[in-house]
């Protein structure tokens, strides 16, 4: 089993990159923890509960994961040491491997993929809330020296595909 951590600011390509390397690893689980944030209703309003549950889901799924022998990808950006940490305890007290990546990008690189991609009215991300992750992002990737950083600045989605797949094969 290979837990596969794709993290970094937005607008560095995690989500495109983690759809092509779930493609690549057939019966493997593409965890999105929005998504498991969104199932607590109220989670705009209760952040730090929903954030708490979407740990909690994560974890849980991961334990099933490793228990079966099914890899997992998590894309994410997520600057919680803590989290990350059990994450991997989790996957590695069950024989599994895991790997971290960093997907990384100059500021005005993921100011402009951001701007591309447009923001909705009344949405929660906005860019001022880009800057602030992105700066958030580069404080803490600096905490991370494990984490494989990969810059996405001028490589395609499948590049940075293939460098994972190549990592996560060896």
């Not at 596969?4 to 092509?20: D, F, H, Q, R, Y």
């Not at 951001?114 to 923001?119: E, L, P």
């Amino acid at each position: 089993m290979r837990l596969i951590l794709l993290n970094g600011p937005c607008g560095v390509g995690k989500s495109t990159v983690a759809e092509i390397v779930h493609r690549q690893l057939p019966g493997s689980v593409l965890v999105n923890l929005d998504t498991l944030r969104r199932f607590v209703s109220g989670h705009r309003a209760l952040r730090a509960e929903s954030h708490d549950m979407s740990i909690a889901l994560t974890t849980a799924m991961l334990k099933a994961c490793a228990e079966h022998g099914t890899h997992a990808i998590v894309d994410k950006m997520l600057y919680d040491d803590m989290a990350l940490d059990t994450f991997i305890r989790t996957v590695t007290e069950q024989g599994g491997a895991t790997y971290e990546f960093l997907l990384w990008a100059d500021k005005e690189t993921v100011l402009a993929r951001s701007d591309v991609r447009g923001y909705r009215p009344n949405g929660l991300f906005t860019r001022e809330k880009c800057l602030a992750f992105w700066e958030t992002m580069d404080a803490f990737r600096k905490q991370r020296p494990l984490a494989d950083v990969i810059d996405t600045t001028t490589k395609t989605p499948a590049e940075i595909a293939a460098h994972i797949m190549k990592k996560v094969s060896q």
